[in-house]
C-alpha cells in the first residue's frame, strides 16, 4: 500500500517533465507564470485521479473483508450449535450409563440377600426331610401297632398314644408343604432378579461400547452361514492348476473346492493373486479383510489402487485388479461383518465399479441382508483417500478426517476401511474415526472383523 501512495506522487510529474523536453519551444513563447499554472492543474488532476481509484480500490477491499467475516461467523455459528448438540447427548448417554450401573448395584445386592436367604431354606429343609424320615419310621412302627391293636383291643393309653402322633404327623406335613411353597417362591423371585441383572448388564455393555443398533438388525432373519472371517486354509496354499481361470468362481466349477490363494487372469488383464473364500456352495473372490487391526489402512492413493497386505491375512486387494474382474460381467457385492460380541450379520448388493477415469465410481442396489443398509444406493460414489480427495465436501476431507480410503458420501461413518478401535478405546473423536457401520438413523454400530467379497451373478458364466 505504500509502494502505492509513492507511485500516485511520483507518477504526476514524470509527465510533467516529459511535456517539458517535447515541446521546449512551445514552453519558450509561454510565460513562466502561465505554464507553473497549467503543470499545477494536470498534477492536481493526476493526483486527484489516483486518490479516486485508491478509494475505489479500498472499498472493493472493505467489501471483500465484510463478506469473509461474515462467512467465518457463519461457519463459527454452526460449529457451535453442533457442538452443543454434541454435548447435549453425551450428557444424556453419561445419565443414562450411571443411573443403569445404580440399578445394577441394587438387584446385586437384592440377589446376595436373596441368594443367602435360598441357602437358609435349604438348610431347614434338609432339616425337615430328616424329620420327614423320623417320622415315616414312627409312621411305621405305628402301624405295626394298629395291625396288632387290629388283633388285640387297644389300651386307652395306646390310642391317646397314636392320636396324639398322627396329629403331630399332620402337623409336620402342613409345615412342610408351607416351607416347600415359601422356597418355590423365592427361587422364582430369584430367577426373575437374574434375568433383571443379566439384561442391564448387557445395556451396559452397550453403551460402553456405543454401539446400540436399531430394533431391525434383531429382528431380521439371517441366513445359515459358514464360519465367517477365517484366518486362512492350511491346507490350501498358493495355487495355479493348469489354464489360468478369470475369477474365483470359473476355479470353483473347474473342481477346486479348497479355500486359499490362487492365481487368476481376468480377460483383458494380467494375472495376479486372490484369495478365494469357498462357501455356500460356490466361491467368492475377496477384496478386502479384516480381522485383528494389526495392518494400518490409512494408506495413499496408489496403495489403495494397487493393493496391500497379505492375502492370508489382513489385505486389500486394490481397485484396479478388482475393476478388471467386474469388467467382465454383472458381479454381486457381499459385506460380512462381525461385532465384538460375536453376532455376524451380512448385506448383498448389486453394483457396478468404474475405471480409474471416473475414480473408481461405485453405484449399490441392495438385494438382500440380515442388517440395515448403511451405504447410499443409486447413487455416484467417488473411491478418495487423504491424499487424493476427489469429493470434498465443504471443505472438509473425509479420509484425512475419518481415516481410510473409502467411497464416502457427505462424510458419513460408515467406512470399513477406517482405524481398528477396540471396545476400551475412549474419546468420541477416536470413535468416529473407527471401524463402524452406520445406518442412516442409527447408531453405530462397532465392528471386530470385515469381508468384502464379489460373485458373479450368473453362476455358469465362466463354466
Not at 521546449?24 to 502561465?34: G, I, R, W
Not at 494536470?42 to 485521479?49: C, F, K, Q, S, T
Not at 431347614?124 to 394298629?146: C, S, T, Y
Request: glycine letters at 6%; a negative charge; hydrophobic letters at 35%.
Amino acid at each position: 500500500m505504500k509502494n502505492f501512495l509513492i507511485f500516485l506522487l511520483i507518477a504526476p510529474l514524470a509527465p510533467s517533465a516529459w511535456a517539458e523536453k517535447d515541446h521546449s519551444s512551445f514552453d519558450s513563447a509561454v510565460s513562466p507564470e502561465t505554464k507553473s499554472r497549467f503543470a499545477m492543474l494536470d498534477d492536481v488532476r493526476i493526483l486527484a485521479n489516483g486518490l479516486l481509484q485508491l478509494g475505489h480500490g479500498l472499498k472493493d477491499f472493505v467489501h471483500k473483508t465484510k463478506g469473509q467475516m461474515n462467512d467465518i461467523f457463519q461457519k463459527l455459528y454452526i460449529f457451535d450449535r453442533s457442538f452443543y448438540e454434541l454435548s447435549l447427548q453425551t450428557s444424556e448417554i453419561k445419565e443414562e450409563e450411571e443411573l443403569l450401573r445404580q440399578t445394577t448395584a441394587r438387584l446385586q445386592i437384592n440377589n446376595e440377600e436373596i441368594k443367602n436367604l435360598s441357602q437358609e431354606m435349604n438348610l431347614k429343609i434338609e432339616d425337615l426331610i430328616q424329620n420327614k424320615i423320623q417320622l415315616q419310621e414312627q409312621v411305621w412302627g405305628l402301624e405295626d401297632k394298629v395291625t396288632k391293636l387290629a388283633i388285640i383291643q387297644p389300651s386307652m393309653e395306646e390310642t391317646k398314644e397314636i392320636s396324639s402322633l398322627k396329629a403331630f404327623v399332620e402337623e409336620q406335613d402342613n409345615h412342610i408343604k408351607q416351607l416347600l411353597r415359601i422356597v418355590e417362591d423365592q427361587h422364582t423371585q430369584l430367577d426373575r432378579q437374574h434375568n433383571q441383572i443379566l439384561e442391564l448388564e448387557d445395556k451396559l455393555n452397550h453403551i460402553e461400547l456405543q454401539e446400540l443398533a436399531e430394533n431391525s438388525f434383531t429382528g431380521e432373519q439371517t441366513e445359515p452361514e459358514a464360519t465367517l472371517f477365517p484366518l486362512h486354509n492350511t491346507t490350501a496354499g498358493s495355487h495355479t492348476p493348469d489354464g489360468v481361470t478369470p475369477d474365483c468362481t470359473a476355479l470353483y466349477n473347474s473342481g477346486v473346492r479348497a479355500s486359499g490363494v490362487y492365481t487368476i487372469k481376468p480377460n483383458g488383464s494380467e494375472a495376479f493373486n486372490v484369495y478365494c473364500e469357498m462357501t455356500f456352495g460356490s466361491s467368492w473372490t475377496v477384496i478386502q479383510n479384516r480381522v485383528d487391526g494389526l495392518l494400518d489402512f490409512n494408506q495413499t492413493w496408489d496403495a489403495y489402487t494397487n493393493g496391500f497386505g497379505d492375502l492370508k491375512e489382513e489385505f486389500w486387494l486394490g481397485l484396479n485388479k478388482t475393476y478388471s474382474i467386474t469388467k467382465q460381467g454383472d458381479y454381486i457385492l457381499r459385506i460380512e461383518l462381525q461385532d465384538w460380541r460375536g453376532n455376524k450379520r451380512y448385506i448383498q448388493y448389486a453394483f457396478s465399479l468404474g475405471g480409474p477415469e471416473t475414480a473408481y465410481t461405485l453405484q449399490l442396489q441392495r438385494i438382500s441382508g440380515s442388517i440395515p443398509n448403511a451405504l447410499p444406493e443409486q447413487t455416484e460414489l467417488r473411491f478418495s483417500t487423504a491424499d487424493h480427495d476427489v469429493d470434498t465436501i465443504n471443505d472438509f476431507n473425509c479420509p484425512e478426517n475419518y481415516l481410510g480410503g473409502w467411497w464416502h458420501s457427505e462424510c458419513e461413518e460408515t467406512n470399513l476401511n477406517g482405524k481398528y478401535v477396540a471396545p476400551r478405546s475412549r474419546g468420541r473423536l477416536d470413535r468416529r474415526k473407527g471401524l463402524y457401520w452406520k445406518p442412516k438413523n442409527g447408531r453405530y454400530y462397532l465392528l471386530k472383523s470385515t469381508k468384502i467379497m464379489i460373485h458373479p451373478t450368473d453362476l455358469k458364466s465362466f463354466d
